[in-house]
């Protein structure tokens, strides 16, 4: 995996410097990317990982913040606590979780021949994964209040315009677009009055998720045909806007946003032949 490290010489002045972040999917294309703009703006990171750790240890290696790198399958409710507990037995604090491990099957099935094995397997690895590690930053910030905190989620345009062929992940992003982000940003305050929620809605994205379908070419022009860009994503951009709902001095007043990241996308182009 390609990491564009001088894309970061210059730090957005986040001011998160003295704040420590837990990035799961750490060892994925935006997740790394993630974690190289925060360490660009010095803050402290938690790099969780499921099954690949070398692209999490070679990450390690190119930035110079204290930081840990914690493995768990998101999946299971024990492997999350541990997490967690690992975490915060390497820093005293989280302030800011993003929620960003995920799936995406490139194959594409329609709801009448799905399996329930496959749906389950998607809301799983998407939303259940996404409930236990926002319900395991929620429990710390109950532990140990404070006044400011920060969750970002990563939806998908999926979520937003669903995705014929991906139902199971479209209902999964969906559920943390809008049942996640605007229902954790009226508790969180509860623990942290200046806490806040925010969701990201990246579109296609050149990450290896996405490379079967980056490697469509008729794919790839029915998708850009609705992007005022006509363009996908680079890991880079999803961070950039990651790093400034991280950040309080950027993004301080913003909660229950939800930001796509998709060049203009305007939804589906459903006939694309059509005359
Ligand atoms: N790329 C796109 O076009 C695109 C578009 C919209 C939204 N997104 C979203 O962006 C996020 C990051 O995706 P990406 O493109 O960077 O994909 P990626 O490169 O495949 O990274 C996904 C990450 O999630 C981890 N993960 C998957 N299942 C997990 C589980 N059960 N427990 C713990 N970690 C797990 C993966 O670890 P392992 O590989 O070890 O399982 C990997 O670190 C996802 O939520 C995705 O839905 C991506």
Not at 166 to 185: I, N, P, Q, R
Request: charged content about 20%; glycine content about 6%; proline content about 5%.
């Amino acid at each position: 995996m390609q990491c564009a490290t001088s894309l970061w010489e210059k730090t957005l002045n986040a001011e998160l410097n003295d704040k420590c972040v837990l990035i799961t999917g750490a060892s994925g294309g935006i997740g790394l990317a993630v974690a190289e703009a925060l360490a660009a703006e010095r803050a402290k990171l938690v790099l969780h990982y499921h099954t690949q750790a070398e692209p999490v240890r070679e990450l390690q290696q190119r930035i110079a913040v204290p930081n840990v790198a914690v493995p768990a399958d998101l999946r299971d409710e024990r492997q999350v606590e541990r997490m967690f507990a690992e975490a915060l037995s390497a820093f005293p604090r989280i302030d800011v979780l993003v929620v960003n491990a995920g799936i995406f099957r490139s194959e594409s099935v329609p709801l009448h021949e799905m399996t329930a094995a496959q749906w389950r397997e998607t809301l799983d690895a998407d939303l259940n994964s996404a409930f236990l590690t926002c319900r395991g930053f929620l429990r710390h910030l109950a532990d140990d209040p404070r006044e400011s905190a920060a969750i970002v989620l990563v939806g998908s345009t999926a979520g937003l315009f669903g995705e014929a062929g991906h139902a199971d992940y479209a209902a999964a992003k969906a559920a943390m677009v809008y049942g996640l982000t605007l229902s954790l940003k009226n508790e969180i305050v509860r623990l942290a009055p200046r806490g806040r929620v925010n969701c990201v809605c990246p579109g296609w994205t050149r990450t290896p998720m996405a490379a079967d379908g980056l490697s469509d070419p008729a794919l790839m022009l029915r998708v850009q045909a609705t992007m005022a860009l006509q363009k996908v994503a680079e890991p880079r951009d999803v961070a950039a806007a990651i790093v400034f709902l991280a950040s309080e001095r950027l993004s301080g007043h913003i909660s229950g946003a939800v930001l796509p990241i998709a060049g203009g996308m305007e939804g589906r182009l459903l006939h694309p032949d059509a005359p």
